[in-house]
């Protein structure tokens, strides 16, 4: 997969592994942290100087700035953080999108019939609002939604 061009539609087919035909799916599930790590260390090196800039991100644990907050980020706000981005990582506007995330994240209504449960026993399957002193039923009930904006930490607003 490090050196190989696979794409979803190769999932099903059948190769030549270690003197064995497997399917590609089925060696793709032999990936552990490990080959990830190896990779992004491997691509620290690579010519495509995204690529290069964010697996050093991950391998360095230089991880990008996240700010969380309860109504959209005004679009003046996004603009100057695209603009500063650009700006400071020296990349094509067209590739804002590797170093800049604005979006929402959303937890929905569990409501009493999806309510999670928890098995002690075979006659004994409770929800979780009724066994935990610390949620109660009105979490499970309410919808939270977060805005965030996620960029690299060295730009300064």
Request: hydrophobic fraction near 40%; charge should be negative.
């Amino acid at each position: 997969f490090l050196y190989e061009n696979v794409g979803k539609n190769d999932l099903l087919t059948s190769v030549d592994f270690a003197g064995e035909k497997k399917k590609v799916l089925e060696i793709f599930t032999l990936l552990d942290d490990y080959d990830i790590m190896t990779s992004l260390k491997v691509w620290c090196f690579h010519p495509d100087k995204i690529l290069s800039d964010l697996s050093s991100r991950l391998v360095n644990r230089r991880l990008f700035k996240i700010q969380l907050q309860k109504t959209p980020f005004d679009k003046d706000m996004e603009n100057k953080i695209t603009e500063k981005v650009i700006e400071f990582m020296k990349i094509e506007p067209k590739d804002i999108n590797y170093y800049f995330v604005s979006d929402k994240i959303e937890t929905g209504k569990q409501g009493t019939t999806n309510e999670i449960m928890i098995y002690f026993s075979p006659d004994n399957v409770l929800p979780l609002s009724q066994v935990s002193e610390i949620l109660s039923k009105n979490f499970f009930l309410s919808d939270a939604v977060k805005y965030f904006v996620c960029y690299p930490k060295e730009i300064k607003l």
